[in-house]
C-alpha cells in the first residue's frame, strides 16, 4: 500500500499541476465568477482542497495547519493560491516518502474541524481518504472549469501512469 500511496501523491501533483495551468489562463473575473458546485467558484474550490490538504497534513505531521475554517479563502489571488499549491504538493510527497510500512497501521487521533470532536482512525485508511478527497474537489474544479472558454486537461489517472510508470 506504501507504493500505492507514494503514486497517488505523484498522481496529485501531476494532477494539479494540469488543472492549475488551464485555470490560469482565466482572468482574474473569471476565476471568481460564481459556478455551480459545493464551493461555488473556482477559486473558493480550490483554496478549500489547499484548505483540507493543509487541515490533513498538519494531522499527520502533528503540526499547526493554520486554518481556521473549511472554506477560508487562503489565497485570494490566484498566483499566490499557485505557489502555495506547488509547495503543498511537495509537502505531501514529502510526507508520503517518508513513511514506513508499519506507519499505515498506526491510529491517528486528531479533532474535526466541523465540531471539534476528538476521533481516531488508521493512517492507511485516512490516506486513502486524503487522496480521494483532492480527486472529488479536482472533478468539481474541472467541472466549473468545463463551463469557460478553456478546454479542462485530462486529469485521469491513467494517462499519469502512462507517462510516469
Known sequence: MLDHFRRFARYNR????????????????AFNAPRSGFFPSLSRTLNHLLATDRIWLGRFTGTDHGVKSLDEVLYPDFKD??????????????YVNGLSAGA??????????????????????????????????????????????????????????????
Not at 14 to 24: K, S, V
Not at 81 to 94: F, G, P, S, Y
Not at 130 to 143: D, L, S, V, Y
Request: charged share 25%.
Open 14 to 29: 501531476w494532477a494539479n499541476a494540469r488543472l492549475y495551468e488551464a485555470i490560469g489562463q482565466l482572468t482574474p473575473e
Open 81 to 94: 493560491l499557485k505557489a502555495a499549491r506547488l509547495i503543498e504538493d511537495e509537502a505531501i510527497l514529502a
Open 104 to 165: 499505515l497501521e498506526r491510529p491517528l487521533r486528531y479533532r474535526t474541524m466541523t465540531d471539534g470532536k476528538e476521533t481516531q482512525s488508521e493512517l492507511g485508511p485516512t490516506l486513502a481518504h486524503f487522496f480521494n478527497h483532492q480527486t472529488h474537489h479536482r472533478g468539481q474544479a474541472h467541472a466549473m472549469l468545463s463551463s469557460s472558454e478553456i478546454k479542462p486537461p485530462s486529469l485521469d489517472l491513467i494517462y499519469f501512469l502512462r507517462e510516469s510508470d
